[in-house]
């Protein structure tokens, strides 16, 4: 498996970031929220953008820094979510929180999104 988060993974399209938001279903663990929506076929399974209230953190360092954190923590634990499903997928992560994280919590937070949205999946794939 490639822990790199590589440009093709990245959500950069303005069309599926607000189709994400009209029509995606959301998993949440507090301070992190996935809204996702199955896609057709792109060049990754699965595409993700991260993204960070400027209304809660108005210092763009502070977001910047969030989103990098976001960012990380997912490379590392994709794993579990390539391994395991054949769909594609479009992914938003918003952070919901009004302090500044550590790396450790936003780790163990995203473990816990992504194992919610893998049972949710399995869910909806066994009905």
């Known amino acids: ?12 399209s303005k ?3 607000t189709q994400l938001f009209e029509e995606g279903k ?14 057709e076929k792109k060049e990754a399974p699965i595409q993700t953008g991260v993204t960070v209230s400027k209304r809660n953190f108005k210092s763009a360092v502070k977001r910047n820094r969030i989103k990098r ?13 390539f391994n395991n499903t054949d769909a594609n997928f479009a992914f938003l992560f918003l952070y919901l929180g009004k302090d500044m994280p550590s790396f450790e ?3 163990q937070k ?3 999104v992504l194992n919610k949205f893998k049972l ?8």
């Open 120 to 127: 949710q999946i399995n869910e909806k794939n066994t009905q």
């Open 69 to 81: 954190l976001l960012r990380e923590s997912y490379r590392l634990n994709k794993a579990l979510i």
């Open 15 to 17: 069309k599926l970031f």
């Open 110 to 112: 995203m473990k816990l």
């Open 105 to 107: 919590l936003l780790d």
């Open 1 to 12: 498996m490639d822990v790199s988060f590589g440009k093709k993974e990245k959500l950069k």
């Open 26 to 39: 959301g998993v949440s663990v507090y301070p992190l929220k996935l809204i996702y929506i199955c896609t």
